[in-house]
């Protein structure tokens, strides 16, 4: 499936790739979960998220803190407070740095906790998308807060696309292991 430009698409794509994500991560070794992500050996993988993860707490992290950045943007709003997606002093050309601030923010979090946020949050997530109609999520120009976008692709992005992102990390890290 292309990228969700429904809301039924979004719940569907969301949810399977979830689902995928969880059963991944129920597969992986005692060995893949206690080494260390490191993918300085392959030029392909030069984003600064290769090097910044370092295990699965990490992507929980990241994939629970932009859960938060859509729910508290899409509250806020909501009640009529003009908040930005990224908050101040970040933007969309400094969201790594964004990134990095939650990765250290994390680092005595642990994985039992990482995997508990990110589930709630997840549902959070999937509760406050049912609260808007097709229209609300997939129309441009409905919500001035949300600028030239649409609501449903910031839906999108925090849900199935991050998942698929976590994926591709995780499969990359189980391949690693396999080899080393």
Known sequence: MGRPTTKADLLTAATANYEKLND????????????EFDFAGDEKKKEAHWKRDKNLRDIYIHLYE?????????????????K?????PYNWKTYGKLNEFFWKK??????????????ESHAEVMELAETFSNEELFSKGVYKWVGG????????SVTASH???AMKKLKAHRKNCAAG
Do not use: C
Request: glycine fraction near 6%; aromatic fraction near 16%.
């Open 24 to 35: 991944f991560v129920t597969g992986l070794t005692e060995k893949e979960l206690s080494t």
């Open 66 to 82: 932009w859960h938060q950045l859509l729910l508290g943007w899409v509250q806020a709003n909501r009640r009529g407070e003009e």
């Open 84 to 88: 930005p997606f990224i908050p101040m």
């Open 106 to 119: 994390h680092q005595n979090t642990s994985l039992e906790d990482a995997e508990s946020m990110f589930r």
């Open 149 to 156: 976008s649409t609501l449903g692709s910031y839906f999108v």
């Open 163 to 165: 998942y698929d992102w």
